[in-house]
């Protein structure tokens, strides 16, 4: 009956996201505003329920969603998925924790709901049942708010990209701005993850902050599901005086990213990491070869269902073959009116 | 990867839970508040996570979610839970439907947010994947609630009670008032399930009916699982035109309460019943006896789930076993601050 892994998914927003040319996590600035929701719909449920859209970068790319969908499908794993501040409607559940969609990290005080947030995914994470929790995101715009947070926090790593080119230095700037409006220099919120969460991150890297700290409060080991957003989460729970063994699942879509330096800051961090290969290669097909290309990399917890699955000694021809079912059904189902 | 039960239980309150004697789904009624939320975090995940104590009746009786939860992890049934107006935050993933609380049935008009729920559960149910639907309920003072619906629709059938002896006076009477305060005669809301929700219903009711519309409209076959609060969920949708075959998954213990003519009603409604003895009287443990005395009897989905159980032959002492593990677990957990 036990033995479980908890995976909790973070769906939220920041107002970030609506720079031009920051994120590739939809098709357009309006699609954008629903692919969490869409996500937490796709990895519960495996279809749509209430967004009206399959998230896909402007290229086509499709979301990262599919992937975990598929790998949750084949292991029997449960994902909750927590409200880290949704800006459009889901009919996924979600866990409430208080959190507002983000602001735009330029605004003075942008996530004014952060200390709260952290507050109540600290006392779920605390509660939780299970052996191990996995806690992964879906924010457009997030490795901007990422970056803030590191640099306010005095973290020097870049963080990487949805888009194949990362546009480092449009976040750079971004995260300038966002530095002065919220009067900081950078490390001015070392040792104090709440004010580089409300100043310059967004809700999402709170809740999942909170849930972090939650369980390994009550020495449940925690695995980060993700990119560069899961280490702006372990350098937030350093930050806050965490020292125990963190662990980082990702895609090597993401450690092949040579703008973002994962494995030095990781080094820094004392965060390890795993990185399982899905092998795309091995398939002709453009929803997995733009993976190849370095388009979306990572998201929605993708690195830690590889993980999850590798561990479970499942195949990863048998989770290409998920993943292109659970693909081809959205597609028809879109083409369905 | 098809081939599955959508298991929907809708969670929420109305204040005619509050009126005296009404209701046993809580030790008291404070406690009574917090209910449903506590019951959704026990089908979630088996413990509670935010809720401050397990739902037991005045004398003990434990939640009917114990056996729910028993049975949906050996079948690996995935319990989606619906926000139906929820008084007190809860660890669960919810669905939002725009439901508050409901309001005490003899003020003139309880549930303003009904028409709003069943619009938005009925857009979730048309667009829920899975074969087939069970919508489940946990609501204290929900048999009054149905009592009324049943009045302003003009049915005669009287309703089921979770307490040992139905206090039907204090019911009849409440109703009463409550169509006085309405302005409506009994029958006054036939053929407008709409109005019946929004002057003499619960938020619950609401989106039950909804969920169970979307879904009907799609061709997916529903089981509404649960007592007489089901019965009136069933009465709506005869109300709101629906001719398709209709059942209700119940417990014996509903039935064999002779202060409820369920058998007639559900006759009356062209609604089958199917009722599986989890044979109780098996085991000699006071939270299996309390229900074969004819406490607690229904809620949270029990009767859907033992229904589900049979079809999948799971041997009734293996449910029984089970239930006991859960309710060892909870029981445990309640010791240890």
């Known amino acids: 009956m036990k033995s479980k892994t908890q995976f909790c998914l973070v769906a939220g927003s920041t107002r970030t996201a609506t720079i031009d040319g920051i994120s590739a996590a939809g098709a357009d600035p309006e699609a954008m505003r629903e692919t969490p929701a869409a996500d937490a719909e796709l990895v519960v449920y495996g279809d749509l329920v209430r967004a009206g859209t399959v998230p896909v970068s402007p290229t086509g790319c499709p979301t990262p969603a599919v992937f975990t969908r598929a790998i949750s499908t084949l292991l029997g ?21 208080g959190a507002s969609p983000g602001g735009d990290i330029r605004d003075q005080d942008p996530v004014p709901s952060a200390p709260g947030t952290v507050a109540a995914t600290r006392e779920v994470g605390r509660a939780l049942p299970g052996d191990e929790l996995f806690v992964a995101e879906t924010i457009p715009g997030g490795t901007t708010t990422a970056l803030g947070v590191l640099r306010a926090l005095g973290e020097e790593a870049t963080v990487s990209s949805s888009l194949p080119e990362n546009p480092l230095e449009t976040k750079q700037s971004v995260v300038e701005a966002g530095l002065e409006a ?34 390994l409060e ?41 703008s973002a330096d994962v494995e030095d800051l990781a080094a820094d961090l004392e965060v390890s990491i795993t990185a399982i290969d899905p092998e795309f290669e091995a398939v002709d097909h453009p929803a997995l070869s733009a993976y190849v290309d370095g388009e979306a990399k990572e998201g929605v917890g993708f690195g830690g269902a590889l993980a999850l699955a590798d561990r479970a000694a499942l195949p990863m021809a048998t989770v290409r073959d998920r993943s292109l079912d659970v693909y081809d059904r959205l597609v028809e189902g879109v083409a369905t009116p």
């Open 182 to 215: 919220s009067n900081l220099s950078p490390g001015d919120a070392a040792g104090d993850p709440s004010r580089a969460l409300r100043r310059m991150g967004d809700p999402v890297l709170a809740a999942a902050t909170g849930l972090a700290l939650g369980a």
């Open 218 to 258: 009550t020495d449940v080991p925690v695995t980060l599901a993700g990119g560069t957003q899961m280490l702006a989460v372990a350098a937030l729970l350093r930050h806050a005086g965490i020292d125990r063994s963190l662990s980082l699942a990702t895609t090597p879509f993401v450690l092949q990213d040579d």
């Open 77 to 97: 794993l449960d994902v909750t998925v927590v409200d880290g501040g949704l800006l459009e409607r889901t009919g996924a559940p979600t866990v409430s924790v």
